[in-house]
């Protein structure tokens, strides 16, 4: 257990719909990550919050959208969904200053 | 484009034996470098780092290679257990603290 969490697990969807995806950090976590994997993908990084502050956007679509709350947990916004987003969502924490990142379980998410 | 790559999609090894995980890069700007194991239906694992001033680092049974003037790196599990089984990612960032890029992994498979 990364310490990690993410919900929902899976999420299922129609096309044009909008969903929220959750994580929290690992407990003194500053740094939240944002990544996805689509089929026959390795992870491409989406956005990364810290403290409450983006700090880096990666190729991350203008339907989606991210935020870091005070109490360091962090939601992203998909919407207008296509058949291509179906993929999994993972989230990482990581400590100031160190270089490994702590992965949740993941959200996957299937657009139909 | 891809600047993580890892050319073996699978690597199949007998129990005792050596396995050999293998990963290229194109960023020169890169000098911290990961690998990460991954079960089915659960987020990525931390397993080893390695920073780019350094050619080698050790972790019980793994050991990972830099070989920076390649831009090459490699995984070494000594002796590959048949729990090994799992998803295999190479990653790399610029810095602690960054967006890590991730290979499209490798698929290891121990064999009793």
């Known amino acids: 257990d990364s310490g990690v969490t993410q919900t929902p697990k899976h999420l299922i969807t129609a096309t044009g719909q909008r969903v929220t995806l959750r994580c929290s950090p690992r407990?003194?976590?500053?740094?939240v990550y944002w990544y996805q994997q689509s089929l026959d993908q390795g992870l491409q990084f989406l956005i990364q919050y810290y403290n409450g502050e983006e700090r880096a956007k990666g190729n991350i679509l203008e339907r989606f959208s991210a935020q870091q709350f005070p109490d360091l947990h962090s939601e992203l916004n998909l919407s207008s969904l296509e058949l291509g987003d179906s993929a999994l969502y993972f989230c990482a924490s990581s400590v100031e200053g160190l270089g490994e990142q702590f992965f949740g379980p993941g959200t996957r998410l299937t657009v139909l | 484009d891809q600047q993580v790559k890892q050319n073996s999609p699978s690597l199949s090894v007998q129990e005792g034996r050596i396995s050999i995980l293998n990963c290229d890069y194109t960023n020169s700007m890169f000098d911290y470098f990961l690998w990460y194991k991954k079960y089915p239906a659960e987020g990525p694992t931390f397993l080893i780092s390695i920073s780019s001033i350094k050619d080698k680092n050790e972790d019980g049974r793994f050991t990972v290679f830099l070989n920076k003037s390649a831009k090459h790196l490699s995984l070494h599990i000594v002796p590959s257990q048949p729990g090994d089984s799992a998803v295999y990612f190479c990653?790399?960032?610029?810095?602690?603290?960054?967006?890590?890029?991730f290979g499209k992994g490798t698929s290891l498979l121990v064999t009793p």
């Open positions: 407990s003194g976590d500053l740094s």
């Open positions: 990653a790399a960032s610029a810095s602690y603290g960054y967006a890590l890029n």
